[in-house]
Nanobody
Framework: QVQLVESGGGLVQPGGSLRLSCAAS????????TGWYRQAPGKQREMVVL???????NYADSVQGRFTISRDNAKNTVYLQMNSLKPEDTAVYYC???????????WGRGTQVTVSS
């Protein structure tokens, strides 16, 4: 079973940057889709970006051009670089992993990102 641990959240001013990290308990990138979701207060959880084992990405329109997902295979860690942050980016950010051709889906416990002046 996959364990996911997020880190890197915090308080940042509008226009600033943060990099989130998601450390996985095992080697997952070959067999799992991974990505980031977020949930703002009073709103449903939404997809931020997904990446396939082959490296194809799918970004939400709201973050396109500002956020970038990347992976470090040796560390089994996925990152989310967030630039030009806006107050509406404020949310709890969750790491996600879903095994190809299986029902197994795993979530981290989330890390809070607050964008405020």
């Amino acid at each position: 079973q996959v364990q996911l641990v997020e880190s890197g959240g915090g308080l940042v001013q509008p226009g600033g940057s943060l990099r989130l990290s998601c450390a996985a308990s095992g080697s997952i990138f070959r067999l799992y889709h991974t990505g980031w979701y977020r949930q703002a207060p009073g709103k449903q959880r939404e997809m931020v970006v997904l990446i396939t084992p082959g490296g194809s990405t799918n970004y939400a329109d709201s973050v396109q051009g500002r956020f970038t997902i990347s992976r470090d295979n040796a560390k089994n860690t996925v990152y989310l670089q967030m630039n030009s942050l806006k107050p509406e980016d404020t949310a709890v950010y969750y790491c996600n992993a879903r095994r190809i051709s299986a029902t197994n889906t795993y979530w981290g416990r989330g890390t809070q990102v607050t964008v405020s002046s």
